[in-house]
C-alpha cells in the first residue's frame, strides 16, 4: 500500500513540473514586450523614457512616440531593446525567403566544383 502511494505522489510532481514547463514555454513564445517610448529622450545612463500607449497610436501627440520591443525596465525607463519588431521564430535558423540564409554548398546544393 505504502508503494502505491509513494508512485502517485511521485506521478503528481512530474505531472506539476509538466504543466509548469508547458507554461513557461508558452509565456516564451508570446509576443515579446512593446512598450511606447519617447524618441528624443534617450539618455545614456537610463536609455529611452516610456510614455503613453496613445503616443504611439496617435500622430497628434506631443511626443516623438514609437513602440520599443524589449529590453529591462526601470522605473519610467526603459533600455536594451529595440524599436525593430523581432519576426515570428526568429532565431539563429536563416529566414528562407528574406534573403538573409546562407547557402553553404555541401550534398545537394548544386554548388561547387567537382573535383579533378
Do not use: I
Amino acid at each position: 500500500m505504502a508503494d502505491a502511494r509513494r508512485q502517485l505522489r511521485s506521478g503528481t510532481v512530474v505531472l506539476g513540473g509538466m504543466g509548469l514547463l508547458a507554461a513557461a514555454l508558452t509565456a516564451c513564445s508570446s509576443e515579446p514586450d512593446k512598450r511606447c517610448v519617447d524618441r528624443d529622450s534617450y539618455n545614456l545612463a537610463k536609455g529611452y523614457k516610456v510614455v503613453a500607449d496613445k503616443s504611439c497610436k496617435s500622430t497628434k501627440s506631443s511626443a516623438n512616440g514609437a513602440w520599443y520591443y524589449g529590453g529591462k525596465k526601470k522605473g519610467s525607463w526603459v533600455e536594451g531593446g529595440s524599436f525593430t519588431k523581432p519576426r515570428k521564430g526568429s532565431g539563429s535558423s536563416g529566414g528562407g525567403s528574406h534573403g538573409s540564409s546562407v547557402d553553404r554548398g555541401g550534398f545537394g546544393s548544386g554548388k561547387g566544383s567537382s573535383g579533378g
